[in-house]
């Protein structure tokens, strides 16, 4: 079984900054991508940030020089820094990793974190 924690979440102000975190544990091989998504009410789930194991990065438009995706290998862990945080940065914010299981076969699956809550206001 694998499971993905997000913690970091909560209430900030316009300009201000969070960092994100999102551990992975249970039964790993090797991850691959993880990544971070937003939903905001309304809206559809959309692509944050996303991170190769070699430590190759993607990022939406939005969110290009303002956040930041890292991640530590040793820990199974992504990080996703906010700055210059804005009111249409508020959403749900979930972590997604494509994993291979322990065991075989192992297969590639990707896993989904339950999500935690980013408010940005005054």
């Known amino acids: 079984q694998v499971q993905l924690v997000e913690s970091g979440g909560g209430l900030v102000q316009p300009g201000g900054s969070l960092t994100l975190s999102c551990a992975a544990s249970?039964?790993?091989?090797?991850?691959?991508?993880m990544g971070w998504y937003r939903q905001a009410p309304g809206k559809q789930r959309e692509l944050v940030a996303d991170?190769?194991?070699?430590?190759?990065?993607n990022y939406a438009d939005s969110a290009k020089g303002r956040f930041t995706i890292s991640r530590d290998n040793a820990k199974n862990t992504v990080y996703l820094q906010m700055n210059s945080l804005k009111p249409e940065d508020t959403a749900v914010y979930y972590c997604?990793?494509?994993?291979?299981?322990?065991?075989?076969?192992?297969?590639?699956?990707?896993?989904w974190g339950q999500g935690t809550q980013v408010t940005v206001s005054s």
């Open positions: 997604k990793a494509a994993i291979y299981r322990s065991g075989w076969p192992s297969v590639l699956s990707d896993y």
């Open positions: 991170i190769s194991s070699g430590g190759s990065t």
């Open positions: 249970g039964s790993i091989f090797r991850i691959n991508v």
